[in-house]
């Protein structure tokens, strides 16, 4: 039997922010600049992220035709090296919460839980996002660095339970994706799926979720049920 829920870990892309507009331009900048197919649209992107930029870039490579491309391959590399500080300067120029997410966190704050994101998306975009949309609001902002093997590896959960001072029997993690449903059963944690992130409804029960929500107070409203 579980403890009761003392901190709350959500992803970032598709689960507390709309980013798909944003990467998309970046995306395709880096690639088009590298000499690469570049006319991706939000719904090619969506299924290109959620495992960290190289992932996304070797997809989009292998979307364009080329043989499967490694992540660690120097062509992703090349066009990591043009992605990265053309997203840093437009991260937020069209990225904003998805309906509901301010109210539940603060909701879940209001309650003294503990709130952090934890998300394969490089950490200076992390920490920029979490500040200038969410300031104030969450405990721990976690993004993909150095020595950290990113999700559905658990260490950056671990890390962030570590850091808040929690237990895994007082936590769970939101997400909106197979890495996020893997990441959570890795740490040993329960996952909360949301429906309106970047993949279906379908896709994650497909993968195991049991547990889905529409909206937003949904998760405040499984927190209470679980600290009732």
């Known amino acids: 039997m579980r403890d ?27 690639l ?27 997809r989009a490579l292998a979307a364009e035709g080329q043989p499967d491309v490694p992540e660690d391959d120097p062509e992703v590399e090349r066009v990591r090296e043009i992605f990265a500080p053309h ?27 503990l709130t952090a994101v934890v998300s394969n998306k490089p950490d ?17 902002a976690v993004g993909e660095q150095s020595g950290v093997r990113r ?10 339970l570590k850091d808040l001072k929690t237990s895994k029997e007082n936590a769970v993690y939101v997400g909106d994706s197979e890495v996020d449903l ?20 379908e896709f994650l029960k497909a993968r195991g979720a049991s547990t889905i929500v ?4 949904e998760i405040v409203g499984w927190v209470d049920v679980q600290n009732a």
């Open 214 to 217: 529409d909206r937003a107070d």
């Open 151 to 160: 999700k559905p590896a658990p260490d950056m959960t671990d890390k962030a």
């Open 87 to 113: 997203y840093a300067k437009h991260c937020n120029d069209h990225t904003g919460p998805y309906p509901g997410i301010p109210e539940c966190i603060a909701a879940l704050r209001k309650r003294g839980i």
């Open 124 to 140: 200076f975009a992390v920490q920029t996002l979490a500040r200038e949309i969410f300031p104030g609001c969450f405990d721990l």
């Open 4 to 30: 009761q829920i003392q901190a709350v870990i959500f992803d970032m892309d598709g689960t507390i922010l709309n980013t798909l507009e944003d990467l998309t331009g970046s995306l395709n900048y880096a």
């Open 182 to 201: 893997m990441t959570a059963k890795n740490a040993g944690l329960p996952c909360i799926a949301v429906s309106w992130g970047f993949r279906s409804i």
């Open 32 to 58: 088009g600049q590298t000499g690469h197919r570049h006319d991706y649209v939000a719904e090619d992107v969506k299924h290109f992220f959620g495992s960290g930029i190289r992932v996304a870039i070797s």
